[in-house]
């Protein structure tokens, strides 16, 4: 289980996170912009049905599962172990001073340079870009709404988890796509496309590894019951790799 007296340190710690704490401490004034911006891509660009329903399918259910499966968190909240300001689930499984490089590095590749190519690219590329773009405005809003001591751990890690699932399908469609694209256009607009492959090629490399190393591999079995679902000590090298520690001989150099 997630000890957060080690892995978080004291409550001022966390402090600098500030991309973070502006969601929990306000999220109706971080979420409202956001919910803009995402109805804008619905109206301006050519949104799957199928993205819009899930968008709307998925909140409800974390919603009812949060509710009639966990209570709003209740047993938490009565034991104390939900404090009044809900933590950064990240910071279960990871540093501040990495998680901070982390979602900054997520930020920029997977949503500032989308954004920029919504805005300044080609047609063709923004089109592209907006399903990806859609679905993670969509995961932000829910991890800004779902930050609180109502809802249960699960729910907040089925977030992350459901969207980044959902999305890997409309990053590979976004790299297909540049590339078909790119093979056909013209030596005047190539540099663009090309630039538009690169970034949809980036995101997929991104949020794969995100999704099949870091949210199941590091995140999710932080919250595994020890006695129950015992596992493996690991370190990871450079914040990115899991290596396994030989327990035996860690044993042996302790004694």
Known sequence: MCDKSSTTGDENAAEPLLFVRLASRFPIITVLPLIGTASSLVVR???????????????????????????????????????????????????????????AAFAIVGLLLPGAVMIVGPAALAELAAPHLFILLCQIIMECLTDSPLYHIMVRLFVFVGYSTYRIWKLVHWVESSWDLLLTTTEESRVWYLAGFGLASINLLMFSYNLFVFLLLRLAPCFLDPTECPSPHVTWKGELVPVLIDNEASKEKEN
Request: glycine share 2%.
């Open 45 to 103: 660009h050519s949104i799957a049905r199928a993205d819009i329903v899930f968008a709307m399918l998925f909140p409800a259910y974390l919603f009812a599962a949060n509710a009639f499966r966990f209570q709003w968190n209740l047993p938490a909240r009565l034991s104390g172990r939900a404090s009044s300001k809900s933590e950064p689930l990240l910071l279960c499984c990871i540093d501040l001073d990495s998680i901070q490089v982390y979602v």
